[in-house]
């Protein structure tokens, strides 16, 4: 089994290398060697794999299909040694987490900080943007995201329970009245976050059934904290974070409303790419934060 699993991988790596001699220099191994093996595979599969010539390799039909199945099962192979390696293994390397700006800074920097702490072989690079970023374009080992997980090409794992609040400033309220029911935010300037699931459309809930609110306002954000500066304005009533207006409404800038009316928000979730094997260094942060955010709640 070794030795056809040797014949495979240097087929791979002749094709990947762009010819035999390129792929002895990357990997150490004779150009003669690579040649006997991928000559006894075609041996042994009776078929011809590879077009030779003095200047240019290229792959039959036959051996286009068997490249693609091949290369395939030899990155299965390589993530599951990985993968046992990491389990016993002290976690290290190079991690790169995404999470949107605000919320990394004020309350998930610590925890990914106090990881560090704990793992002195790992490092971090931490992206704090608000958006969403192709982790597998942009190489993103995982994602920090507070959603309702809808993208079927990732995998999620939840991290914590968040709570959302509607809020507006005390002159606001004064002047146009606290709405008591869903209904009433339809007549109110609203601000709206374009981040949001749903963005103009709230989803409340209304004598226990959840209801979708259309609101509309003079004030269209991607940023939750922008969304909170313009409710402070008096610009409008806003859906934020717990974490982010707590300390505005602690403070009397901020005045909560329709607090029995608030639906189960999205969670912290932490998203990473459809893989078979989880890298053990990436499964260790998650893990880590797992226990983090239960033992320090998202206020």
């Not at 790596?13 to 093996?37: I, T």
Request: neutral net charge; charged residues 20%.
């Amino acid at each position: 089994m070794s030795q056809d699993l040797a014949r495979i991988r240097a087929f791979v790596q002749v094709f990947d290398a762009g010819g035999f001699s390129s792929a002895a220099r990357q990997h150490g191994r004779s150009k003669a060697l690579l040649s006997k093996y991928v000559t006894d595979l075609e041996d042994y599969l009776g078929v011809r794999l590879m077009n030779r010539t003095t200047r240019k390799l290229s792959l039959t039909e036959a051996g286009e299909a068997y490249y693609r199945e091949a290369s395939q099962l030899l990155q299965q192979l390589d993530d599951l040694d990985a993968t046992i390696s990491d389990q016993t293994a002290e976690p290290r390397g190079l991690v790169r987490v995404s999470a949107p700006r605000n919320f990394g800074e004020t309350t998930l920097a610590p925890a990914i900080f106090a990881f560090m702490a704990k793992n002195p072989m790992i490092s971090i690079d931490l992206r704090l943007e608000d958006r969403y970023v192709d982790l597998v374009d942009e190489g993103i080992d995982v994602a920090l995201r507070i959603s309702m997980m809808t993208d079927s090409s990732l995998i999620a794992r939840k991290i914590a329970d968040m709570r959302f609040c509607i809020c507006a400033s005390p002159e606001l309220v004064a002047q146009r009245g606290a709405p008591k029911s869903t209904d009433d935010l339809r007549g109110l300037p609203c601000i709206i976050d374009t981040n949001m699931a749903g963005q103009a459309n709230w989803r409340l809930y209304e004598n226990g059934k959840p209801v979708s609110v259309h609101v509309s306002g003079p004030v269209r954000v991607n940023s939750p904290v922008a969304a909170m500066q313009a409710a402070i304005a008096g610009l409008g009533f806003a859906v934020l974070p717990s974490y982010l207006a707590e300390p505005s409404i602690t403070a009397g800038t901020l005045v909560q409303v329709l607090k029995a009316q608030m639906s189960e928000g999205p969670s912290l979730q932490a998203v990473y790419p459809h893989r078979r094997h989880l890298a053990g260094k990436v499964r260790a942060l998650i893990d880590h934060l797992v226990d983090w955010f239960a033992q320090n709640p998202v206020r």
